[in-house]
């Protein structure tokens, strides 16, 4: 499984190419982005054709995750006449997001997701997880060929990881802030994000999400200091392997 990149500037664009969230994640036959906020469909188009997307997963309808769907809406509609593309995403989000163009026609076919649902896509087995944070909000966790990887999608303190049992191989976790300016309950602190994956055992953490002033750099530190190990950083265009 190989998980790239392609936005990851927390809850709004950071100067110097600083899309929002978005995960380009490829697992045997399935290719899987995850997340598109604004500025991920440029970058998602730089590591693969939008044609041969299996699906599309939205966490939650805040802008910075989902606006990106437009783009796609249009270039399979009215360039590519392309229809049908699988997308997962909670309950309201369609309706939610066709107010602002009408009706997406049949460029899509939507699969609400709740809290324990299961799906597969291609080789890819996905389960999802409410959390902490106040719009219908997913975490997902994508397993294939006996590895796992966990992203927390927007949450605050009061879900964590460990909804998905322990181990994972990676949990990709949103820190949206440093501990002693927290600014509101609803996202984690790179120190919750640290402490919350080492209590589930988990192999490795890249932290994303981050509030775009702050110096990631202590982000990273103090997550390092929680987690107990070196934690990575989320950037766009990074790749990694699962
Ligand atoms: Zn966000
Ligand atoms: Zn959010």
Known sequence: MELTVLGCSG???????????????RAGDATIW???????FANLQQHVDPG??????????????????????????????????????????????????G??????????????????IGDAALRFSRT???????????????KRLVYTADTGPDWTVGA?????????SEATYLHDDIRAPIHLSARQAG????????????????????????SVEEASEAFGREVGLAAPHLSTHV
Request: aromatic share 8%.
């Open 11 to 25: 809850s709004y664009g950071a100067p110097a190419g600083g899309a929002c969230s978005g995960y380009l994640v």
């Open 34 to 40: 995850m997340d598109c906020g604004n500025g991920s």
């Open 52 to 101: 041969e997307l299996s699906a599309v997963v939205i966490t939650h309808c805040h802008a910075d995750h989902c606006v990106d769907i437009y783009g796609v809406h249009v270039m399979f509609r009215y360039g590519r006449k392309l229809s049908g593309l699988p997308v997962y995403a909670p309950e309201g989000a369609e309706a939610l997001l066709a107010q602002l163009v």
């Open 103 to 120: 009706s997406f026609g049949d460029t899509f076919d939507w699969r609400t997701v709740r809290d324990g649902d299961h799906a597969s």
């Open 132 to 146: 902490d944070h106040p719009p219908p909000t997913v975490a997902v966790e994508i397993a294939h060929d006996g």
């Open 164 to 172: 998905f049992g322990e181990g994972a191989d990676l949990v990709l």
């Open 195 to 218: 402490e919350q994956a080492r209590a589930a055992n988990a192999r490795r953490l890249i932290i994303t999400h981050l509030w775009p002033t702050l110096d990631p750099l202590a």
